[in-house]
């Protein structure tokens, strides 16, 4: 009997299946399609929260003034470029000066520094040193460019100790004195040359010291 009627049901849901299986297979169609909206929306909200926000920048805040360190600019002065030297024939561009060697009187567009024949000649400020000549007339020519629109040439140097391209600072040894052929009438002395901004000025007006 049992058997009868699970046979009976069996034949009444393969023919249920058989007559309606369109819709039936309508209806799993509509199930799968929300399942994989489903998905996708669940998808598309997690990578929406991975995602990082982008704040506005914030204002940088500086310190005030008053506690930014200060930048000193060291001031162009000049150390007596000759050991223990003392100013000799001063700078003159208007007024005529004796020229010893010469024997007459002339413009003298540098100073010259007397000192001790074999004394130490210095650089006087830091900078750059960007020619160095040497002749039998003017002896060791070192010129430096110290910045802020300063150079010098420096004449009559002896057993000249650098090179172009040389840094030096105020007490970097240039040489010695010497005595060659230029102003050969005078003490031994160095011919020091000043520009600044290409204009030839007195180099004595920036020498600092007890023995300027």
Known sequence: MQKKDAKAIGSRLMAFLKKNIHYILMILCVIAIGVVVTVVAVLNTTKTNDVDVNKPNEPTIEAPDDEKPAVVEKKFAL?????????????????????PTLSRYDAHLAVDIVGSEGANVYAGFEGTV?????????????????????????????????????????????????????????????HYELTQNNKLVDPMQYVVGDNK
């Open 79 to 99: 150390i007596m470029p000759v050991e223990g030297g003392v100013q000799g024939r001063a700078f003159s561009d208007t007024a005529l000066s004796y020229n």
């Open 130 to 190: 960007t020619n160095v000549t040497t002749d039998a007339y003017y002896g060791g020519s070192v010129t430096i460019d110290y910045g802020k629109g300063y150079v010098a040439t420096i004449r009559l140097i002896n057993d000249v100790k650098v090179s172009k391209g040389d840094k030096v600072d105020e007490k970097t040894v240039l040489g010695t004195v010497g005595k060659f052929q230029f102003e050969c009438k005078q003490d031994a002395h160095i």
